[in-house]
């Protein structure tokens, strides 16, 4: 058997066992970042939300797609496992404090993948949400 073949089917088996449990299975063929965001927002329109990740793109992807008029809506981030500590973003209030043209100008970084880039002039997107 191939690697590719047994990755694909232990996502079928994962998906499969995900599905029988009651959670939603998307599988995005590309970058999964906006599928994710999509969905948190979609779930947040029943109930308040907190997606867990370590990417600052899918922040960034969040303060673009929520709307007001949805459940409360956090972002955690785990990106700092080893002290336990994990910073909790409430994004209608991040968003309303950072106001629709930053948040635009931060998805054009995250699509413009510019992480490095901007790290290079000591502008990174997360110095943008530190305490």
Do not use: W
Request: with cysteine.
């Amino acid at each position: 058997m191939s690697r590719e073949k047994n990755k694909s089917d232990m996502i079928a088996l994962i998906s499969t066992e995900l599905t029988k449990r009651g959670c939603r299975d998307i599988q995005s063929p590309g970058d999964a970042d906006v599928d994710i965001v999509k969905t948190t927002v979609e779930r947040s329109g029943y109930c308040s939300t907190t997606l867990v990740g370590e990417d600052t793109d899918l922040l960034i992807l969040l303060l673009h797609y929520s709307r007001t008029d949805n459940e409360i809506i956090y972002f955690r981030s785990d990106a700092n496992k080893q002290s336990k500590e994990h910073r909790v973003y409430k994004i209608t209030l991040l968003k309303e404090t950072l106001g629709d043209d930053v948040c635009n100008e931060l998805l054009f970084e995250a699509y413009s993948g510019c992480d490095s880039t901007s790290r290079i002039f000591g502008i990174g997107k997360k110095s943008a949400f530190r305490n």
